[in-house]
T-cell receptor, first 110, second 114 residues
Framework: DGGITQSPKYLFRKEGQNVTLSCEQN?????MYWYRQDPGQGLRLIYY???????QKGDIAEGYSVSREKKESFPLTVTSAQKNPTAFYLC?????????FGPGTRLTVL | AQSVAQPEDQVNVAEGNPLTVKCTYS??????LFWYVQYPNRGLQFLLK??????LVKGSYGFEAEFNKSQTSFHLKKPSALVSDSALYFC????????????FGSGTKLNVKP
């Protein structure tokens, strides 16, 4: 099956810990994205990457980091500097005129 | 600046009645417009898109959307709503000068009552 996979589906973190969310795609898309979704606020862009070894900050990049060493993979690290990390995180990829989304990871800070 | 507005947080409609979910946009250059649907704890699913051509775009699950350039709107419609259409709907626009950047509205929750 072609598509985007995110893991884990649910993730629990203690305060002060860094965690990494996985995103993999086999659609051969150049562009990949990370969004954060909070209730009533829609999607907010954290980081995006248009090509391997390159990425740009989105609207809410503080407290997050990414890497893009392979075309298929775009992991997101939520660092301890992110003050309110509890949210639903969505990864997406795109080619020209459409974005495709993964199933999401729900992160909860205990 | 590029932006998308969904003026209604929630839309309630009875099953069998027509539904409309509103979206207006602001974008430099020609707009590339999209509608997505999200079910609880799931990713977004693509419904339809407008790139060019006919102003009425048909998409998945019987949904359609009408592009109106003068009103900068792209409202989502369906002639007869189903209870299973109840979900969160997002309108999105692609940035004109950067084809890899998308802007999303805040979402509209559609409730279809039996």
């Amino acid at each position: 099956d072609g598509g985007i996979t995110q893991s884990p589906k649910y993730l629990f973190r203690k305060e002060g810990q860094n965690v990494t969310l996985s995103c993999e795609q086999n659609l051969n898309h150049d562009a990949m994205y990370w969004y954060r979704q909070d209730p009533g606020q829609g999607l907010r862009l954290i980081y995006y990457s248009q090509i391997v070894n390159d990425f740009q900050k989105g609207d809410i990049a503080e407290g997050y980091s990414v890497s893009r060493e392979k075309k298929e993979s775009f992991p997101l690290t939520v660092t301890s500097a992110q003050k309110n990390p509890t949210a639903f995180y969505l990864c997406a990829s795109s080619e020209y005129n459409e974005q495709f989304f993964g199933p999401g990871t729900r992160l909860t800070v205990l | 600046a590029q932006s998308v507005a969904q003026p209604e947080d929630q839309v309630n409609v009875a099953e069998g009645n027509p539904l409309t979910v509103k979206c207006t946009y602001s974008v430099s250059g020609n707009p590339y417009l999209f509608w997505y649907v999200q079910y609880p704890n799931r990713g977004l699913q693509f419904l339809l898109k407008y790139i060019t051509g006919d102003n009425l775009v048909k998409g998945s699950y019987g949904f359609e959307a009408e592009f109106n350039k003068s009103q900068t709107s792209f409202h989502l419609k369906k002639p007869s709503a189903l209870v299973s259409d109840s979900a969160l709907y997002f309108c999105a626009v692609r940035e004109g000068n950067n084809f890899n950047k998308f802007y999303f509205g805040s979402g509209t929750k559609l409730n279809v009552k039996p």
